[in-house]
């Protein structure tokens, strides 16, 4: 492993790496333990803060430019603040069906969707795990977009079957606004 391009990186990019790193775990953490408790309560707000600065750091990043300074991932970086929004407002709502789906579709998008393709050939954190630093043959593409999809799919198919046997059922709206 060579930290070097880490910190030859820009401050938006070590922020970016320094707040989605933590997220990755805490938000596996919060997706597979008993929700409705104070402790998913707590990580979960801890985990959507750091989502969103994740987010919104990708605004400051642009190694990668089809629309003038953005890319296909700064439109990933609206759905997951978006999503944390609706979480938000579906969990006041007591809708608790909702604020899930909300938040594994920003986790398994925000987290395994663009963490795939940050170690495409050529990127900051192939070349820290794995040495590489030159650019990709239209094979390995093919290639790294049939991974890509494999690991999301089976990431949300495995977080959904691990959650949906850990929820905690909630008696009314008013007592989730309390918390």
């Known amino acids: 492993m060579n930290l070097q391009p880490f910190l030859d990186a820009s401050f938006a990019v070590q922020f970016h790496v320094l707040t989605v790193v933590p997220a990755a775990f805490l938000g596996a ?3 597979l333990t008993r929700k409705g408790t104070a402790r998913h309560k707590l990580l979960g707000r801890i985990w959507m803060i750091l989502m969103v600065l994740t987010a919104i750091s990708t605004f400051f990043i642009h190694q990668i430019r089809v629309w003038g300074d953005f890319s296909p991932i700064h439109i990933l970086s609206v759905v997951v603040i978006v999503s944390c929004g609706v979480a938000i407002w579906q969990i006041r709502r007591g809708n608790v069906r909702a604020h899930k789906s909300a938040l594994i579709s920003a986790y398994i998008g925000g987290i395994f969707g663009a963490g ?5 050939p050529g990127r900051m954190m192939n070349a820290i795990f ?3 630093s030159g650019g990709a043959t239209p094979e390995q593409v093919r290639h790294a977009i ?3 999809a494999v690991v999301v799919g089976l990431g949300y198919a495995f977080t959904m079957y691990a959650t949906r046997f850990r929820s905690v059922p909630r008696r009314n709206a008013r007592s989730i606004e309390n918390a």
Do not use: M, N, P
């Open 29 to 31: 953490t919060v997706l």
């Open 146 to 148: 049939v991974a890509a």
């Open 116 to 120: 795939v393709f940050t170690f495409w």
């Open 130 to 132: 794995l040495g590489g």
